[in-house]
Protein backbone atom coordinates (compact mmCIF):
# COMPACT_ATOMS: atom_id res chain seq x y z
CA UNK A 1 0.00 0.00 0.00
CA UNK A 2 1.41 3.55 -0.88
CA UNK A 3 0.15 7.14 -1.21
CA UNK A 4 0.70 7.46 -5.30
CA UNK A 5 -2.32 7.61 -7.20
CA UNK A 6 -4.06 9.15 -9.58
CA UNK A 7 -6.86 11.80 -9.01
CA UNK A 8 -8.48 12.86 -12.49
CA UNK A 9 -5.63 11.23 -14.49
CA UNK A 10 -2.99 13.06 -12.74
CA UNK A 11 -0.51 11.18 -10.37
CA UNK A 12 -0.09 12.71 -6.99
CA UNK A 13 2.01 11.67 -3.92
CA UNK A 14 -0.12 12.34 -1.22
CA UNK A 15 -1.95 16.05 -1.86
CA UNK A 16 0.59 16.71 -4.08
CA UNK A 17 0.56 16.45 -7.76
CA UNK A 18 3.89 15.62 -9.18
CA UNK A 19 3.88 17.89 -11.93
CA UNK A 20 4.15 20.90 -9.50
CA UNK A 21 6.91 19.44 -7.88
CA UNK A 22 8.55 18.77 -11.41
CA UNK A 23 7.79 22.47 -12.12
CA UNK A 24 9.46 23.60 -9.16
CA UNK A 25 12.67 21.48 -8.67
CA UNK A 26 13.28 20.08 -12.44
CA UNK A 27 13.79 16.64 -13.25
CA UNK A 28 15.08 14.20 -12.44
CA UNK A 29 14.35 13.78 -8.79
CA UNK A 30 13.32 10.74 -6.61
CA UNK A 31 10.33 11.36 -4.67
CA UNK A 32 9.24 9.66 -1.19
CA UNK A 33 5.85 9.47 0.74
CA UNK A 34 6.29 10.53 4.21
CA UNK A 35 2.89 8.64 5.31
CA UNK A 36 3.95 5.48 3.63
CA UNK A 37 7.34 5.21 5.19
CA UNK A 38 5.92 5.40 8.54
CA UNK A 39 2.94 3.20 7.86
CA UNK A 40 5.69 0.96 6.41
CA UNK A 41 8.30 1.47 9.77
CA UNK A 42 4.98 0.95 11.89
CA UNK A 43 3.43 -2.14 10.32
CA UNK A 44 6.48 -4.07 10.41
CA UNK A 45 7.18 -3.27 13.86
CA UNK A 46 4.10 -3.95 15.56
CA UNK A 47 3.94 -7.06 13.47
CA UNK A 48 6.56 -8.37 16.15
CA UNK A 49 4.89 -7.01 19.24
CA UNK A 50 4.29 -9.61 22.09
CA UNK A 51 7.73 -10.37 21.74
CA UNK A 52 10.98 -8.03 23.09
CA UNK A 53 12.28 -6.94 19.71
CA UNK A 54 14.32 -4.06 17.51
CA UNK A 55 14.26 -2.88 14.32
CA UNK A 56 17.18 -1.79 13.05
CA UNK A 57 16.41 -0.07 9.31
CA UNK A 58 18.86 -0.90 6.63
CA UNK A 59 20.36 1.86 5.86
CA UNK A 60 21.54 0.81 2.65
CA UNK A 61 18.76 0.68 0.97
CA UNK A 62 18.17 4.64 1.27
CA UNK A 63 20.48 6.11 3.75
CA UNK A 64 19.08 9.89 3.68
CA UNK A 65 19.76 11.56 7.08
CA UNK A 66 15.38 12.99 6.72
CA UNK A 67 14.66 9.02 6.21
CA UNK A 68 17.18 7.98 9.01
CA UNK A 69 15.59 10.56 11.30
CA UNK A 70 11.85 9.26 10.65
CA UNK A 71 12.77 5.93 11.36
CA UNK A 72 14.55 7.46 14.65
CA UNK A 73 11.50 9.17 15.47
CA UNK A 74 9.27 6.12 15.66
CA UNK A 75 11.84 3.96 18.05
CA UNK A 76 13.76 2.52 15.08
CA UNK A 77 17.88 1.13 15.09
CA UNK A 78 19.67 1.43 12.16
CA UNK A 79 21.61 -1.57 10.84
CA UNK A 80 25.08 0.07 9.18
CA UNK A 81 27.76 -1.97 6.99
CA UNK A 82 30.10 0.77 6.87
CA UNK A 83 31.90 3.83 8.59
CA UNK A 84 30.02 5.98 6.39
CA UNK A 85 26.28 4.57 7.14
CA UNK A 86 27.31 4.58 11.03
CA UNK A 87 28.39 8.52 10.46
CA UNK A 88 25.04 9.23 9.01
CA UNK A 89 23.20 7.24 11.65
CA UNK A 90 25.10 9.15 14.20
CA UNK A 91 23.78 12.36 12.38
CA UNK A 92 20.86 11.76 11.81
CA UNK A 93 20.22 11.50 15.90
CA UNK A 94 19.88 7.91 16.16
CA UNK A 95 20.94 6.01 19.25
CA UNK A 96 23.88 4.40 19.36
CA UNK A 97 22.49 1.50 21.37
CA UNK A 98 20.43 0.58 18.68
CA UNK A 99 22.89 0.56 16.20
CA UNK A 100 24.24 -2.66 14.50
CA UNK A 101 27.34 -3.06 12.62
CA UNK A 102 27.30 -5.76 9.59
CA UNK A 103 29.81 -6.13 6.61
CA UNK A 104 32.84 -8.62 5.56
CA UNK A 105 35.10 -6.08 5.25
CA UNK A 106 34.80 -3.72 8.56
CA UNK A 107 38.41 -1.19 8.54
CA UNK A 108 40.15 -0.98 11.67
CA UNK A 109 39.43 3.27 11.67
CA UNK A 110 35.78 1.71 11.54
CA UNK A 111 36.01 -0.15 13.97
CA UNK A 112 37.29 1.99 16.09
CA UNK A 113 34.57 4.55 15.56
CA UNK A 114 31.58 2.15 16.89
CA UNK A 115 33.40 1.14 19.06
CA UNK A 116 34.02 4.89 20.12
CA UNK A 117 30.36 5.74 19.64
CA UNK A 118 29.02 2.58 21.87
CA UNK A 119 27.31 0.63 19.56
CA UNK A 120 24.55 -2.16 20.52
CA UNK A 121 26.65 -4.99 18.54
CA UNK A 122 29.32 -5.71 15.58
CA UNK A 123 28.18 -8.70 13.81
CA UNK A 124 31.42 -10.30 12.63
CA UNK A 125 31.66 -12.16 9.62
CA UNK A 126 35.13 -14.12 9.88
CA UNK A 127 37.16 -15.31 12.66
CA UNK A 128 40.47 -12.99 11.68
CA UNK A 129 37.50 -9.88 11.97
CA UNK A 130 36.83 -11.18 15.29
CA UNK A 131 40.17 -11.53 16.85
CA UNK A 132 40.61 -7.82 15.07
CA UNK A 133 37.77 -6.48 17.14
CA UNK A 134 39.13 -8.25 20.34
CA UNK A 135 42.80 -6.31 19.43
CA UNK A 136 41.01 -2.86 18.67
CA UNK A 137 38.96 -3.03 21.67
CA UNK A 138 41.55 -4.11 23.77
CA UNK A 139 44.13 -1.04 22.15
CA UNK A 140 40.93 0.99 23.31
CA UNK A 141 40.48 0.02 26.71
CA UNK A 142 36.87 -1.08 26.10
CA UNK A 143 35.34 -4.66 26.01
CA UNK A 144 33.22 -5.15 22.17
CA UNK A 145 29.82 -6.22 22.42
CA UNK A 146 30.14 -8.92 19.56
CA UNK A 147 27.73 -11.18 17.87
CA UNK A 148 28.94 -13.47 14.92
CA UNK A 149 26.99 -13.54 11.43
CA UNK A 150 26.33 -17.24 10.62
CA UNK A 151 25.57 -18.34 7.27
CA UNK A 152 23.12 -21.13 7.44
CA UNK A 153 23.59 -22.25 3.88
CA UNK A 154 20.10 -21.60 2.62
CA UNK A 155 18.54 -21.24 -0.95
CA UNK A 156 16.63 -17.71 -0.53
CA UNK A 157 15.15 -18.64 -3.67
CA UNK A 158 16.06 -14.76 -4.96
CA UNK A 159 18.15 -13.28 -7.51
CA UNK A 160 22.06 -14.81 -7.12
CA UNK A 161 23.18 -11.07 -6.77
CA UNK A 162 21.35 -10.53 -3.54
CA UNK A 163 21.31 -14.34 -1.98
CA UNK A 164 23.94 -14.27 0.52
CA UNK A 165 22.99 -17.50 2.84
CA UNK A 166 24.86 -19.99 0.44
CA UNK A 167 28.31 -21.83 0.85
CA UNK A 168 29.22 -20.21 -2.38
CA UNK A 169 28.66 -16.25 -0.97
CA UNK A 170 31.08 -14.58 0.81
CA UNK A 171 29.28 -13.38 3.75
CA UNK A 172 28.96 -14.69 7.39
CA UNK A 173 30.93 -17.88 9.11
CA UNK A 174 29.87 -21.04 7.47
CA UNK A 175 27.55 -22.88 10.67
CA UNK A 176 29.37 -26.01 10.61
CA UNK A 177 32.08 -23.85 11.92
CA UNK A 178 30.54 -21.35 14.16
CA UNK A 179 30.43 -23.41 17.01
CA UNK A 180 34.74 -22.81 16.87
CA UNK A 181 34.27 -18.96 16.43
CA UNK A 182 32.04 -18.86 18.94
CA UNK A 183 34.68 -19.97 21.09
CA UNK A 184 37.35 -18.15 19.94
CA UNK A 185 35.43 -15.15 20.57
CA UNK A 186 34.38 -16.27 24.27
CA UNK A 187 38.08 -16.87 24.78
CA UNK A 188 39.17 -13.23 23.89
CA UNK A 189 39.31 -10.91 27.11
CA UNK A 190 38.19 -7.70 25.37
CA UNK A 191 34.84 -9.24 23.43
CA UNK A 192 31.57 -9.78 25.28
CA UNK A 193 29.16 -12.36 22.94
CA UNK A 194 26.05 -11.31 23.27
CA UNK A 195 24.70 -12.58 20.06
CA UNK A 196 23.78 -14.74 17.22
CA UNK A 197 23.22 -13.41 13.44
CA UNK A 198 21.75 -14.24 9.64
CA UNK A 199 21.33 -12.23 6.96
CA UNK A 200 20.22 -14.47 3.52
CA UNK A 201 19.32 -12.66 0.73
CA UNK A 202 16.92 -9.87 -0.65
CA UNK A 203 13.88 -9.52 -1.82
CA UNK A 204 12.59 -13.06 -1.03
CA UNK A 205 9.25 -13.87 -1.82
CA UNK A 206 8.68 -17.22 0.49
CA UNK A 207 8.88 -16.84 4.25
CA UNK A 208 10.26 -20.84 4.89
CA UNK A 209 13.79 -19.69 3.87
CA UNK A 210 13.92 -17.61 6.67
CA UNK A 211 12.04 -19.79 9.04
CA UNK A 212 14.17 -22.52 8.01
CA UNK A 213 17.25 -20.22 9.19
CA UNK A 214 15.71 -19.02 12.38
CA UNK A 215 15.86 -22.66 13.00
CA UNK A 216 19.23 -24.03 12.42
CA UNK A 217 20.25 -20.74 14.52
CA UNK A 218 17.92 -21.81 17.86
CA UNK A 219 19.53 -25.17 17.56
CA UNK A 220 22.92 -23.29 17.55
CA UNK A 221 21.94 -21.23 20.22
CA UNK A 222 21.10 -23.54 22.12
CA UNK A 223 24.38 -25.44 21.62
CA UNK A 224 26.08 -22.74 22.97
CA UNK A 225 23.75 -22.00 25.75
CA UNK A 226 25.07 -25.58 27.15
CA UNK A 227 28.43 -24.73 26.72
CA UNK A 228 27.69 -21.65 29.21
CA UNK A 229 27.36 -18.73 26.42
CA UNK A 230 24.68 -16.44 27.27
CA UNK A 231 23.26 -15.44 23.57
CA UNK A 232 20.29 -12.52 24.04
CA UNK A 233 20.52 -11.08 20.57
CA UNK A 234 19.27 -13.20 17.51
CA UNK A 235 19.05 -11.45 14.50
CA UNK A 236 17.35 -12.51 11.64
CA UNK A 237 18.96 -9.78 9.16
CA UNK A 238 16.48 -8.23 6.49
CA UNK A 239 15.31 -9.49 3.31
CA UNK A 240 11.53 -9.62 3.14
CA UNK A 241 10.59 -8.64 -0.49
CA UNK A 242 8.17 -6.06 -2.41
CA UNK A 243 6.03 -6.56 -5.23
CA UNK A 244 7.88 -4.77 -8.61
CA UNK A 245 5.39 -6.29 -10.83
CA UNK A 246 3.58 -9.70 -9.70
CA UNK A 247 5.26 -10.77 -7.07
CA UNK A 248 3.18 -12.07 -4.11
CA UNK A 249 5.89 -11.38 -1.46
CA UNK A 250 4.31 -12.61 2.30
CA UNK A 251 2.77 -9.69 4.05
CA UNK A 252 5.03 -8.11 7.10
CA UNK A 253 2.00 -9.47 9.51
CA UNK A 254 2.42 -12.89 8.15
CA UNK A 255 6.46 -13.63 7.51
CA UNK A 256 6.07 -12.37 11.43
CA UNK A 257 3.74 -14.45 12.51
CA UNK A 258 5.90 -17.21 11.04
CA UNK A 259 8.80 -16.10 13.01
CA UNK A 260 6.55 -15.29 16.58
CA UNK A 261 5.91 -19.00 16.07
CA UNK A 262 9.31 -20.31 15.73
CA UNK A 263 10.65 -17.71 18.00
CA UNK A 264 8.32 -17.35 21.19
CA UNK A 265 9.67 -18.05 24.55
CA UNK A 266 13.07 -18.83 23.47
CA UNK A 267 14.33 -16.34 25.55
CA UNK A 268 15.85 -13.58 23.36
CA UNK A 269 15.58 -9.99 22.29
CA UNK A 270 14.80 -10.83 18.05
CA UNK A 271 16.48 -7.96 16.15
CA UNK A 272 15.33 -7.13 12.33
CA UNK A 273 16.95 -5.52 9.40
CA UNK A 274 14.16 -4.69 7.07
CA UNK A 275 15.31 -2.25 4.15
CA UNK A 276 13.66 -3.38 0.52
CA UNK A 277 10.25 -3.60 2.27
CA UNK A 278 10.03 -0.49 4.32
CA UNK A 279 11.27 2.31 1.48
CA UNK A 280 10.93 0.37 -1.81
CA UNK A 281 7.43 0.93 -2.53
CA UNK A 282 7.51 4.49 -0.67
CA UNK A 283 9.55 6.23 -3.53
CA UNK A 284 9.33 6.89 -7.16
CA UNK A 285 12.11 8.33 -9.46
CA UNK A 286 10.46 10.74 -11.48
CA UNK A 287 12.12 12.07 -14.62
CA UNK A 288 11.18 13.57 -18.49
CA UNK A 289 10.45 12.34 -21.80
CA UNK A 290 13.53 13.86 -23.70
CA UNK A 291 12.95 12.24 -27.54
CA UNK A 292 10.94 9.73 -28.45
CA UNK A 293 12.36 7.47 -31.88
CA UNK A 294 11.96 3.92 -33.77
CA UNK A 295 13.18 2.17 -36.29
CA UNK A 296 11.52 -1.26 -37.77
CA UNK A 297 12.15 -3.15 -35.14
CA UNK A 298 11.69 -0.68 -31.91
CA UNK A 299 9.96 2.31 -30.15
CA UNK A 300 12.67 4.05 -27.83
CA UNK A 301 11.88 6.68 -25.25
CA UNK A 302 14.49 8.58 -24.67
CA UNK A 303 14.27 9.89 -20.89
CA UNK A 304 16.12 12.54 -18.35
CA UNK A 305 17.10 9.49 -16.07
CA UNK A 306 19.91 7.09 -16.60
CA UNK A 307 21.18 3.74 -15.46
CA UNK A 308 23.47 6.33 -12.63
CA UNK A 309 20.42 7.39 -11.19
CA UNK A 310 18.39 3.88 -11.22
CA UNK A 311 20.82 1.12 -11.58
CA UNK A 312 18.69 -1.70 -11.05
CA UNK A 313 17.28 -2.85 -13.67
CA UNK A 314 20.61 -2.85 -15.82
CA UNK A 315 22.51 -4.46 -12.96
CA UNK A 316 19.95 -6.76 -12.10
CA UNK A 317 17.28 -7.06 -14.43
CA UNK A 318 15.04 -5.53 -12.33
CA UNK A 319 11.00 -5.00 -13.47
CA UNK A 320 10.20 -1.33 -12.57
CA UNK A 321 6.46 -0.03 -13.49
CA UNK A 322 6.78 2.94 -15.38
CA UNK A 323 3.24 5.46 -15.39
CA UNK A 324 2.76 8.49 -17.16
CA UNK A 325 1.97 11.67 -14.76
CA UNK A 326 -0.81 12.55 -16.91
CA UNK A 327 -2.50 9.66 -17.65
CA UNK A 328 -4.70 10.44 -20.85
CA UNK A 329 -6.86 7.69 -23.06
CA UNK A 330 -4.10 7.78 -26.00
CA UNK A 331 -3.06 5.02 -28.81
CA UNK A 332 -0.57 2.29 -27.01
CA UNK A 333 2.95 1.53 -27.81
CA UNK A 334 5.32 -0.93 -27.21
CA UNK A 335 8.52 1.54 -25.99
CA UNK A 336 11.86 0.86 -23.87
CA UNK A 337 12.21 3.32 -21.68
CA UNK A 338 16.10 4.21 -21.96
CA UNK A 339 18.42 6.50 -20.12
CA UNK A 340 21.04 9.39 -21.89
CA UNK A 341 24.26 7.50 -20.88
CA UNK A 342 26.15 5.54 -23.48
CA UNK A 343 26.10 2.24 -22.69
CA UNK A 344 23.08 -0.10 -24.02
CA UNK A 345 22.51 -1.27 -20.83
CA UNK A 346 21.09 2.10 -19.93
CA UNK A 347 17.67 0.95 -19.83
CA UNK A 348 14.59 1.61 -17.30
CA UNK A 349 11.97 -0.60 -18.98
CA UNK A 350 11.56 -2.67 -21.98
CA UNK A 351 9.08 -3.77 -24.19
CA UNK A 352 6.33 -1.88 -22.11
CA UNK A 353 3.03 -1.07 -23.39
CA UNK A 354 2.29 2.92 -22.67
CA UNK A 355 0.50 5.52 -23.92
CA UNK A 356 2.14 7.03 -26.41
CA UNK A 357 4.92 10.03 -24.78
CA UNK A 358 5.69 13.24 -26.01
CA UNK A 359 8.89 15.08 -25.21
CA UNK A 360 8.29 17.21 -22.25
CA UNK A 361 5.78 14.28 -20.23
CA UNK A 362 7.07 13.40 -17.22
CA UNK A 363 6.78 9.38 -16.15
CA UNK A 364 7.48 7.76 -12.97
CA UNK A 365 9.37 4.74 -12.69
CA UNK A 366 7.58 3.00 -9.17
CA UNK A 367 9.34 1.26 -6.61
CA UNK A 368 12.55 3.17 -6.70
CA UNK A 369 12.58 4.30 -2.94
CA UNK A 370 14.82 1.36 -2.16
CA UNK A 371 18.51 0.99 -3.70
CA UNK A 372 17.76 3.57 -6.00
CA UNK A 373 19.46 7.14 -4.95
CA UNK A 374 21.56 4.69 -2.70
CA UNK A 375 23.10 2.81 -5.38
CA UNK A 376 23.42 5.91 -8.15
CA UNK A 377 26.92 7.40 -9.07
CA UNK A 378 28.09 10.78 -10.91
CA UNK A 379 28.98 8.12 -14.07
CA UNK A 380 28.88 10.62 -17.41
CA UNK A 381 29.37 12.81 -14.82
CA UNK A 382 25.93 13.55 -14.52
CA UNK A 383 25.33 15.40 -11.03
CA UNK A 384 23.36 13.21 -8.83
CA UNK A 385 19.95 14.45 -8.50
CA UNK A 386 17.22 15.75 -5.98
CA UNK A 387 15.38 13.53 -3.27
CA UNK A 388 12.30 15.36 -2.47
CA UNK A 389 10.24 14.19 0.68
CA UNK A 390 6.35 14.86 0.57
CA UNK A 391 3.73 15.39 3.76
CA UNK A 392 0.35 15.58 2.67
CA UNK A 393 0.33 18.75 0.42
CA UNK A 394 3.94 19.73 1.84
CA UNK A 395 7.06 19.13 -0.04
CA UNK A 396 10.68 19.23 1.78
CA UNK A 397 13.67 18.79 -0.26
CA UNK A 398 16.16 16.62 1.48
CA UNK A 399 19.11 16.38 -0.70
CA UNK A 400 19.97 19.19 -3.27
CA UNK A 401 20.31 18.18 -7.06
CA UNK A 402 24.32 18.06 -7.17
CA UNK A 403 25.66 20.83 -9.72
CA UNK A 404 29.05 20.64 -11.53
CA UNK A 405 31.39 21.84 -8.87
CA UNK A 406 30.13 19.23 -6.96
CA UNK A 407 31.29 16.82 -9.55
CA UNK A 408 35.01 17.94 -9.60
CA UNK A 409 35.18 19.52 -6.09
CA UNK A 410 37.80 16.69 -4.58
CA UNK A 411 39.74 16.69 -7.85
CA UNK A 412 43.43 18.51 -8.16
CA UNK A 413 45.24 19.06 -11.88
CA UNK A 414 48.79 18.54 -10.53
CA UNK A 415 50.82 21.45 -10.68
CA UNK A 416 53.47 19.85 -13.38
CA UNK A 417 50.79 19.79 -15.72
CA UNK A 418 49.68 23.14 -15.59
CA UNK A 419 53.10 24.52 -16.88
C1 LIG B 1 21.16 -5.39 2.70
C2 LIG B 1 21.05 -5.89 4.09
C3 LIG B 1 19.83 -5.81 4.78
C4 LIG B 1 18.57 -5.27 4.17
O1 LIG B 1 18.08 -6.09 3.15
P1 LIG B 1 16.64 -5.78 2.52
O2 LIG B 1 16.49 -6.87 1.51
O3 LIG B 1 16.69 -4.44 1.91
O4 LIG B 1 15.64 -5.87 3.61
C5 LIG B 1 19.80 -6.25 6.09
N1 LIG B 1 20.91 -6.73 6.69
C6 LIG B 1 22.09 -6.83 6.05
C7 LIG B 1 23.27 -7.37 6.77
C8 LIG B 1 22.20 -6.42 4.73
O5 LIG B 1 23.38 -6.54 4.10
Same mark, same amino acid.
Given at each position: ??????K?G?L??????IR???E??GTP??L???????R???V????????P?????SAK?????A??R????????VD???G???????????D??KI??S??G???????????????????????E?EK?NE????MG?KA???????????????P?I??GLKQ?K????I?????A? !????????L??????C??GS???EV?P???????L???VE?????????????????LGI???D??P?????????I?D??????CTLI?????V????????V???L?T??NE??R?????A?????? !??????S??Q???????M?KT?????V??I?E?S????????L?E?????L???M????????MS??Y??????????V??TEMF??R?RE??E?L?R????P?F?L?
Amino acid at each position: MHYFEYKNGELYCEGLPIREIAEKIGTPFYLYSYNTLVRHFRVFDEAFDGIPHLICYSAKANSNLALLRLFVNLGGGVDVVSGGELYRALKSGADPKKIVFSGVGKKEEEIESALQAGILLFNAESFQEIEKINEIAGRMGKKAPLSIRVNPDIDPKTHPYISTGLKQNKFGIDILQAPEAY !RLAFRLPHLKVIGIDCHIGSQLVEVEPIVEALRKLKTLVERLREEGMEIQYLDLGGGLGITYEDEEPPHPVEYAANILDEIRGFDCTLILEPGRVIVGNAGILVSKVLYTKENEEKRFVIVDAGMNDLV !RPSYYGSYHQILPVKEEMRKTRVVDIVGPICESSDFLAKGRTLQELQPGELVAVMSAGAYGFSMSTNYNSRPRVAEVLVRDTEMFIIREREDYEDLVRKERIPDFLLM
